[in-house]
């Protein structure tokens, strides 16, 4: 059962365009979404979270959009450089306890010079 | 500057055989993670722990088993490694207040 819903797989952007990537869960009872990047070889690293009691949050050039009734949330990275490109995860949980993050399938971006 | 080591970084071996990946942390960090990443899936929790020999099941917890006897160790261990175990495991710890988790930089494991 996959509760965190990722899309899209793989996307192509141009330097300087928008990297949209959107995710969809189920659990109601999540309430902390963060979104982590990846490098080939390494580990997740965490890019930027929120909370559901804000319906968006900005970090520099990546913003995270949280729709609480539609149980989606979404990752932009405006003026997209080649650096950004990674793989990136949303992911899920509680923020109590054991905090047990289900990810999201993960999305391939490529942003070309 | 949390860190986390990870053993063996790459492994390959045989079905049946048993295989035992090390994750070390340096700080005092009470939760522990070890999840597997294989393409489509993302990352899904194998086991994780909240404490000296305090550990719990993840969501794909069949035919691994983790102990923690120190709280700077926890360890995976596949008794008997199937092909279907070919994966990338990756072992986190919980920053604090934060609820950040961070991420090692990942074992290799191949069964043949």
């Known amino acids: 059962q996959q509760q965190v819903k990722q899309s899209p797989q793989s996307l192509i952007v141009q330097k300087g365009g928008i990297s949209i990537i959107n995710c969809a869960y189920e659990?109601?009872?999540?309430?902390?979404f963060p979104w982590y990047q990846q490098f080939p070889g390494k580990g997740p690293a965490l890019l930027i979270a929120?909370?559901?009691?804000?319906s968006e949050k900005k970090e520099g050039r990546f913003t995270i959009s949280f729709n609480k009734s539609a149980k989606q949330f979404s990752l932009h990275i405006m003026d997209s450089q080649p650096g950004d490109s990674a793989t990136y995860f949303c992911?899920?949980?509680?923020?109590?306890?054991?905090?047990?993050?289900?990810f999201g399938q993960g999305t391939r971006l490529t942003i070309n010079p | 500057d949390a860190g986390i080591t990870q053993s063996p970084r790459h492994k390959v071996t045989e079905t049946g055989t048993p295989v035992t990946l090390r994750c070390h942390q340096t700080?005092?960090?009470?939760?522990m993670y070890w999840y597997r990443q294989d393409p489509g899936h993302g990352l899904r929790l194998i086991h994780y722990?909240?404490?000296?020999?305090?550990?719990d099941k993840g969501e794909v917890s069949d035919g691994y088993s983790v102990s923690r006897s120190k709280t700077e160790d926890f360890l995976l261990t596949l008794e008997s490694a199937t092909s279907s175990q070919t994966s990338v495991y990756f072992c986190?710890?919980?920053?604090?207040?934060?609820?950040?988790?961070?991420f090692g930089e990942g074992s290799r494991l191949t069964v043949l």
């Open positions: 992911a899920a949980s509680g923020i109590q306890g054991a905090q047990k993050l289900v």
């Open positions: 929120i909370r559901p009691d804000v």
């Open positions: 659990n109601t009872a999540f309430d902390y």
């Open positions: 700080e005092n960090h009470r939760y």
């Open positions: 986190a710890i919980r920053i604090g207040g934060t609820g950040e988790l961070f």
């Open positions: 722990s909240y404490g000296v020999k305090d550990t």
